[in-house]
């Protein structure tokens, strides 16, 4: 199967993207591996312990792997003064992260109303929008300690209506909780917080083993472990998304500026050494630019190790025919955040379909939303599965559960079409089930005439 930029791509796709130019290939031929044989089968040994012993494996797990012994809750007042031990800078940076998100969150949540519609006289439909009850949230602390996590996982969840929010954040041996990550859980209203990591902590959430009920959804992203415990637990429990390597496009043409480029392209490329850049462009002197531009910035980039490798197993530069096509290479990829750095900003957002999360102009760069500072969510889906999949928001968390009202008037009006449409299936109860009602207020008390109310043309 043909690759674009590290995606598989299928051979209708390549044939309507028609013929376009690499500028820089990525050197691995294909997409970097979302699963191994290896993490699958340890996972699925260590949720069935886990489900078997309960807490007693948890706590094994917690002091063979991340080596800690102290309590598996952290408390109130812990959680509370986890602020205390940070920079007053860092502190107010993650204060205003918080706000920015929760009030794109709640914003978010304003826009999805109840409602109901009259169908026909004396039929009523309607949708009320419930949140899901428990949630669990896995705050990652690893390599990387991702501050903003809490914010787009545990706040958007709380700005959605969720009751009981449960978050697992992994110990650092005899340090505990990472205390950034512990404030972000406190700003973010999180009802308990547990110093637990990995398989443990989603096996944990998903068993009911950390409060008197299992969670009903599992949300926050993870490395492959993590990962892969959420999609064995998928279906026990709902889950936000299955994440692979952090992902970014740039589209960009003759206006953009290489060094910005190249520093945007970087930026999430130092996520993972197998996290997928691809520049696509119309302008083959600024492609080649960029390419000049990321070679000199990895000579100082504190992450070159990491950044580095992704760029050159990963990293691709295609040189499009013009913006059309450009467009329609950015939606074969549909990238987890997608930048568009142009001449005409406009027609992309307009033109363009398939992405986790769009950044329009030179001026937005991805990091603002990854830090939380941009308000919306950086949950976002990997692989292509932008195709069919968004990123989390309130949505998310929220059940759009319908209901329906008939009066006993409007039963001349249902019942008769039901009942000759269940003797054409063959599904005899389905038609008593009319039938009963008809026959208690007359057969001939209103009139179906056997018209549709909507007449295809």
Known sequence: MPTVAGMQITTDEARA????????????????????????????????DIERRGLDAVRAYSRDLDGWTGDLEVSAADLRRS????????????????????RFATATRAHLTDFEVDLAPGVVGGVQYIPVSRVGAYLPAGRFPLLASAFMTVGVAKAAGVPTLVACTPPSGAHGAHPAVLYGAYLSRADRVFAIGGVQALGAMAFGLLGDAPVDMLVGAGNAFVTEAK?????RVGIDLLAGPSEVAVLADETADPEWVAADLLGQAEHGPNSPAALITTS???????????DRQLETLATREIAGAAWRDFGSVILAADRAQAAAIADVLGPEHLEVQTGDDEFFL???RNYGSLFLGPWSTVAYSDKGIAGTNHVLPTGKTARYNAGLSVSRFLKPLTYQRARRDATAALAPAVERISAFEGLAAHEATATIRIERIGRHSGAFDGTPAVKRA
Do not use: C, H
Request: charge should be negative.
């Open 231 to 235: 999609r064995q637990l998928f279906g």
């Open 350 to 352: 307009k033109e363009l």
């Open 83 to 102: 602020g205390d031990a940070l920079p007053s800078d860092v502190r107010e940076a993650l204060e205003l992260g918080y706000d920015r998100t929760n």
């Open 17 to 48: 993207l028609g013929p376009f130019t690499w500028l820089k290939r990525p050197a691995i031929d294909g997409p970097p591996a979302q699963r191994d044989p290896q993490v699958t089968e340890r996972v699925s040994q260590m949720l069935s």
């Open 284 to 294: 083959e002197s600024l492609g080649r630019k960029v390419l000049d531009a990321i």
